[in-house]
């Protein structure tokens, strides 16, 4: 078992210290290269994994799992921070955005194969739209429809979604163009992850603690929830074992920085959260793995 888990995870952090010494040495700008891959490089790896999914009803336990995942935690956090008086728009949406993206879904392929792709990249596309609708809501007191529907990845996953469901097929040089671009997306992600973890601060480490032990509960819960009430495939399982406790999102930190709500401490959240994911990604991957 530790062997396995170790083959999992080390292609995913190789490459997080990667990114982390291209920071800590070259230190590029990673913003232009994440617009970029959020613009483009995703949206294609979005579009080419829906399009070809097999979409029916034996895909709604998992989408209502990952519903459950989502907005459970802000629930909880809902509650927590009224009995605690911490600020609900700076803490609850680390707990319900989490890290789908650039580790969930390399973790996702190393652990469980190809066949993995279409569901991760269906939770986080769930994930991503939730989080570019109710989470701006959250966030700012006007109307964010008008953002939602320029997002390249809504665009992607949208017009992924009607050609499979009209039984429409792709034109397969085109599908093929956009697969090859989608490739490009987990690897830029994940470099992208690591130069990020070269802004982590000491002075937000008790920020980043407690954030990433809340984040293990409130996960935990939506978990147990999902366990209990909603029949999945033991892949589709193991995988929301892994989903519901992931660390936050770096979106996270790009929307607190643009509303003003507290950026400094989400950022602490953010980067303490996925830096130690070095620490329970494996313990979680173990727990995956026994079911």
């Known amino acids: 078992m530790f062997e396995q888990v170790v083959g999992i995870l080390f292609p995913v ?11 800590r ?74 890290n789908s993206g650039n580790l969930a879904i390399p973790l996702f392929t190393y652990t469980f194969g190809d066949t993995a792709l279409a569901p991760a990249v269906l939770l986080f596309v ?39 469901l009209s039984s429409i097929g792709v034109w397969k040089p085109l599908y093929d163009a956009t697969a090859l671009l989608g490739q490009a997306a987990v690897p830029v992600m994940l470099l992208s992850l690591g130069a990020q973890m070269c802004n982590m601060r000491l002075s ?28 999945l495939p033991t892949m589709q399982l193991q995988m929301m074992v892994l989903f519901t406790m992931l660390p936050p999102a770096v979106m996270n930190y790009l ?3 643009r509303f003003n709500v507290e950026p400094v401490k989400v950022a602490s959240m953010v980067l303490f959260g996925n830096f130690f994911s070095l620490l329970t990604l494996p313990l979680l991957l173990a727990f995956a793995l026994s079911l």
Not at 28 to 42: A, K, Y
Not at 57 to 70: C, G, H, R
Not at 77 to 91: T, V, Y
């Open 255 to 257: 929307f607190a920085e």
């Open 126 to 164: 769930v994930s991503a739209c939730i989080h570019i609708s109710l989470g701006l809501a959250l966030l700012s007191d006007g109307n964010p429809f008008k953002q939602i529907v320029r997002m390249p990845i809504f665009l992607a996953a949208v017009g992924a979604l009607t050609l499979n």
């Open 25 to 98: 040495w070259l230190k590029p700008d990673f913003r232009p290269i994440n617009r970029i891959n959020m613009d483009t490089f995703t949206p294609a790896l979005v579009f080419s994994s829906l399009v070809s999914m097999p979409l029916d009803t034996k895909q709604l336990p998992l989408l209502s799992a990952s519903l459950i995942a989502v907005l459970l935690p802000g629930v909880i956090m809902l509650a927590w921070c009224r009995i605690s008086g911490l600020n609900f728009k700076a803490w609850a949406p680390p707990h319900m955005f989490r």
């Open 13 to 23: 952090f190789a490459l997080v210290i990667v990114g982390f010494s291209v920071g």
């Open 204 to 231: 937000g480490l008790r920020v980043g603690v407690w954030c990433t032990l809340q984040s293990l509960v409130t996960g935990a819960i939506s978990f147990a929830l999902i366990y209990w009430l909603i029949p």
